[in-house]
C-alpha cells in the first residue's frame, strides 16, 4: 500500500484523519433543531463522517454522499461501532440520488466550494430541489479575497476559482465566494444566521421558502 497522502481518498484510507471533532456550528444546530421536526438530512461531502456519526448518534435519520469511497468505508465503520442506521453513498454533489422534497435539512461543511461556479449554481439548485419547504441548510463557504491563493503554485481558471497544481487537493477546484455570489446561491432561501468560523469560511444557516411545487 502506498502511504502517501496525496487526496482525500489516501488521507481517510490512513486513519486518524486529522479533522475529527465536529464542527463547531453543527454542533449548535444539534442542540436548537428539534429532531422530530427535521429528522431526515444530507451530509452533503460527509468524508469520513465525523458530523454525520454525531448527529446519528443523536437520533437523526443521516444520510451520507461523497465522492471517496475509503471516506464512506471509514464513515461506515464509525457507524457500525455504534450500531447506528445512515445511507451511505457513492455520488457526486451536482446530481443527488433524491427525490424531490424528501429531506429536511442537509449540513455541507467544507465541499461545496471545491467546484467551478457553474457547478455550485448546480449543487444549490439540487439541494433546494431535494428540500422540503421549510427544511434547512447549513453549509461553510470560503470567501474571497484570497492573497496566499494568489501566491502559491496555483491556475485561476475563473474569476475567484483556482487550481492547485501540485501537493493535496492538486487539479481539485477551490472556489473562495463574493457575497454577491453567496446571495445569488441562495436564492429560494432565507438566511437565518451567517458568521465566520475561525477556519475563515462564511458559514450560513439557512431556510428553504419555495412554496411545494
Ligand atoms: C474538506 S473535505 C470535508 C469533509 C467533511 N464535510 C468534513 O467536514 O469533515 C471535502 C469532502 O468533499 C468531498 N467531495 C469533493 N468533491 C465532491 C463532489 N463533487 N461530490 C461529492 N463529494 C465531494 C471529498 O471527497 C471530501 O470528502
Same mark, same amino acid.
Given at each position: 500500500?502506498?502511504?502517501?497522502?496525496?487526496?482525500?481518498?489516501s488521507a481517510y484510507?490512513q486513519?486518524?484523519y486529522?479533522e =475529527?471533532?465536529p464542527?463547531p456550528?453543527?454542533l449548535?444546530?444539534?442542540?436548537r433543531?428539534?429532531p422530530?421536526?427535521h429528522?431526515h438530512w444530507?451530509?452533503l461531502? !460527509?468524508?469520513d463522517?465525523?458530523?454525520?456519526?454525531y448527529l446519528?448518534?443523536?437520533?437523526? /435519520?443521516m444520510?451520507g454522499?461523497d465522492?471517496?469511497?475509503?471516506?464512506?468505508?471509514?464513515?461506515?465503520?464509525?457507524?457500525?461501532?455504534?450500531?447506528?442506521?445512515?445511507?451511505l453513498?457513492?455520488?457526486?454533489m451536482?446530481?443527488?440520488?433524491?427525490?424531490?422534497?424528501s429531506?429536511?435539512g442537509?449540513?455541507?461543511i467544507?465541499?461545496?466550494?471545491h467546484q467551478?461556479y457553474?457547478?455550485i449554481r448546480?449543487?444549490?439548485?439540487e439541494?433546494?430541489?431535494?428540500?422540503r419547504?421549510?427544511?434547512l441548510?447549513l453549509a461553510?463557504?470560503?470567501q474571497?479575497?484570497?492573497e496566499?491563493?494568489? /501566491?502559491?503554485?496555483y491556475?485561476?481558471?475563473?474569476?475567484?476559482?483556482? =487550481?492547485?497544481?501540485e501537493?493535496?487537493? /492538486?487539479?481539485?477546484?477551490h472556489?473562495?465566494?463574493?457575497?454577491?455570489e =453567496?446571495?445569488?446561491c441562495l436564492?429560494g432561501?432565507e438566511?437565518?444566521?451567517?458568521e465566520?468560523?475561525?477556519?475563515?469560511?462564511? !458559514? =450560513?444557516?439557512?431556510?428553504?421558502i419555495?412554496?411545494? /411545487?
Amino acid at each position: 500500500m502506498n502511504d502517501e497522502i496525496r487526496d482525500w481518498e489516501s488521507a481517510y484510507r490512513q486513519l486518524p484523519y486529522q479533522e =475529527i471533532h465536529p464542527h463547531p456550528l453543527v454542533l449548535q444546530l444539534a442542540e436548537r433543531v428539534d429532531p422530530t421536526r427535521h429528522l431526515h438530512w444530507l451530509d452533503l461531502g !460527509c468524508g469520513d463522517g465525523r458530523h454525520l456519526v454525531y448527529l446519528a448518534q443523536r437520533g437523526w /435519520q443521516m444520510y451520507g454522499l461523497d465522492l471517496a469511497m475509503w471516506g464512506l468505508i471509514r464513515t461506515g465503520e464509525r457507524l457500525e461501532m455504534d450500531d447506528l442506521p445512515a445511507m451511505l453513498t457513492y455520488g457526486n454533489m451536482q446530481k443527488l440520488p433524491l427525490a424531490q422534497g424528501s429531506l429536511d435539512g442537509v449540513i455541507s461543511i467544507k465541499v461545496i466550494h471545491h467546484q467551478v461556479y457553474r457547478d455550485i449554481r448546480k449543487t444549490f439548485s439540487e439541494i433546494k430541489r431535494v428540500l422540503r419547504p421549510g427544511g434547512l441548510l447549513l453549509a461553510s463557504l470560503p470567501q474571497a479575497p484570497v492573497e496566499n491563493w494568489k /501566491q502559491g503554485r496555483y491556475r485561476e481558471v475563473e474569476a475567484g476559482t483556482y =487550481i492547485p497544481l501540485e501537493g493535496f487537493e /492538486q487539479g481539485i477546484p477551490h472556489h473562495f465566494f463574493e457575497q454577491t455570489e =453567496i446571495s445569488e446561491c441562495l436564492t429560494g432561501f432565507e438566511v437565518l444566521n451567517q458568521e465566520i468560523d475561525e477556519w475563515g469560511y462564511v !458559514c =450560513i444557516l439557512a431556510q428553504n421558502i419555495q412554496d411545494a /411545487q
